[in-house]
């Protein structure tokens, strides 16, 4: 490989993995990625490792599992990773130290203090590490009193100045050329151009299908609330369900607080859903605008692209919106993830493998030929991309501080610590039959018959949290050939290590 490739890492925020047309949705268009998955390769069980925006993104950007790089929280100071901010490798740093221009558009969302350092040109649009460049911008045209972009306008007059985005969606007051996903595309537009023949890696953060649900014409116009399709499970009764489970679905449903009329729970996950849509494919149309670009410019096949987005969204789903309560779901759980490489990986493939965000890192740096990071907990993906094999995992994992979740190709497991419901609630926990339940109505957490099942699965998980752990010191020190592992100093011990060192009689010390 005479020049490194380029990359452009793609994602948006919130997007479930079944809303795209090439997934076989029956409402949503999505152009420009059914021509990036016929360009590239689609991965159908990939899962994100937590269910909210920025634990996700650092797991993404670092490749380490939550309960290593020790960062579960939303929008906080303190920084991720035991040993401070620049110790904790990230995809930017790599990359930019092998010679790359590195940059980063739209919604960062991560913790302060971590990549700015790794990063040549940073544009937020949020304003999380830096300035809100695009709020400047709508400054610049004498748009600002117009932003919906951040927080829905009417919210202020329902509540004041209290906490929250606005439960309810309507059409934008900004036209399509101002909103914040053209302003995405057209910063990216820039930092690819100005890169000249320096290899460059581009994330390009779209902030939304997120709430707040505010598209542009002619994206609002293109669906309606009478003719969007409900989800099989939109009606889920939540038998047999988490008490948290229930509160949640009133507290968004029929005791929401609708902003617009018909201000009832029906009208308003319609009109919801009719903006959610929109706003996929308008974030869509952007990245088709991104695209077209490196065709223009003759670097398709000198570019990896990668779409994916941080976690889901209910969509309509067991009648919520939003993403919370998000780990016992798929809708929240699993991700799109499509890889792209034309002339160097295979097109229009279709994988069913297990992956999880954490394998984003070390592909994207074995694809760009750079060295190999123990740091990382992820896989390589490049032989299933190549259709060679995969990571051949029997499980992915999501995690929070207090719940855990274990999927299988044809189970998924969640668990609570005993004590974190009221004594009432019993022993609460989560089996679903994916094969059978696919949409994850039916609860069989309490099934004498599937007892044998959780207790594989909490086993299973049990002994991901152990053999992925990353250890800080150990007693006795590692030395000698513990070290030609090269990974137990990072605390993930292979099963043939352990076997190892059982044999040299150290099992008090594992």
Not at 272 to 285: C, E, I, K, W
Request: net charge negative; proline share 9%; with cysteine.
């Amino acid at each position: 490989m005479s020049r490194p490739p380029n990359v452009l890492f793609i994602m948006s925020d919130q997007h479930n993995a079944r809303c795209m047309s090439h997934a076989g949705h029956p409402d949503v268009t999505t152009p420009a990625l059914d021509r990036l998955a016929r360009r590239g390769i689609r991965f159908t069980r990939a899962f994100a490792q937590n269910p909210i925006c920025t634990p996700s993104r650092v797991s993404f950007l670092s490749g380490q599992y939550c309960h290593n790089h020790g960062y579960y929280g939303l929008s906080d100071p303190r920084r991720p990773g035991p040993a401070g901010p620049r110790t904790l490798p990230s995809l930017f740093g790599h990359a930019k130290a092998a010679g790359y221009h590195t940059g980063v558009i739209g919604k960062t969302h991560t913790p302060r203090d971590w990549i700015e350092p790794h990063v040549d040109t940073l544009r937020d649009c949020i304003g999380f590490l830096a300035p809100d460049a695009y709020g400047e911008y709508l400054d610049a045209f004498g748009l600002s009193s117009r932003r919906d972009d951040r927080i829905l306008p009417e919210h202020f007059a329902r509540r004041g100045n209290s906490d929250g985005q606005g439960l309810d969606a309507r059409l934008s007051t900004l036209p399509l050329e101002h909103s914040v996903e053209q302003w995405c595309a057209d910063e990216a537009a820039r930092f690819i151009t100005a890169a000249g023949d320096q290899p460059w890696l581009a994330w390009v953060s779209f902030p939304r299908p997120h709430q707040v649900w505010t598209p542009s014409e002619p994206f609002w116009s293109a669906y309606s609330e009478d003719t969007v399709t409900l989800p099989p499970n939109a009606d889920d009764p939540f038998d047999g369900k988490p008490p948290h489970q229930r509160a949640s679905w009133r507290a968004k449903g029929p005791d929401g607080d609708w902003y617009f009329e018909p201000a009832t729970y029906e009208a308003g996950r319609r009109r919801v859903l009719r903006a959610y849509f929109a706003l996929v494919s308008q974030t869509d149309h952007a990245i088709g605008q991104l695209l077209d670009l490196l065709d223009q410019r003759g670097i398709s096949q000198d570019t990896i692209v990668v779409y994916t987005a941080d976690h889901g969204d209910f969509a309509g789903e067991h009648g919520l919106i939003e993403k919370a309560p998000g780990i016992s779901y798929d809708a929240i759980t699993r991700v799109p993830y499509i890889w792209s490489w034309p002339g160097h990986l295979p097109q229009g493939a279709t994988r069913d493998d297990l992956v999880e965000s954490v394998d984003l890192f070390p592909t994207v740096s074995a694809l760009a030929g750079l060295p190999d990071l123990t740091s990382w907990d992820g896989h390589d993906l490049g032989p299933a991309l190549r259709g060679e094999g995969g990571p051949e995992r029997d499980a992915v994992f999501t995690e929070c501080p207090w719940s855990k979740a274990v999927r299988t190709p044809d189970w998924k497991l969640v668990t609570y610590p005993d004590g974190f419901f009221p004594p009432e609630d019993g022993d609460v926990g989560e089996l679903y039959d994916l094969a059978a339940d696919p949409w994850e109505l039916t609860n069989l957490y309490h099934s004498p018959e599937h007892r044998d099942i959780v207790e594989r699965l909490r086993r299973r998980l049990l002994d991901w949290l152990v053999t992925t752990q990353r250890i800080q010191n150990t007693l006795p020190a590692a030395h000698g050939d513990w070290q030609d592992t090269r990974r137990f100093d990072d605390g993930l011990v292979p099963p043939a290590a352990i076997r190892d060192l059982a044999d040299k009689g150290l099992r008090d010390y594992l």
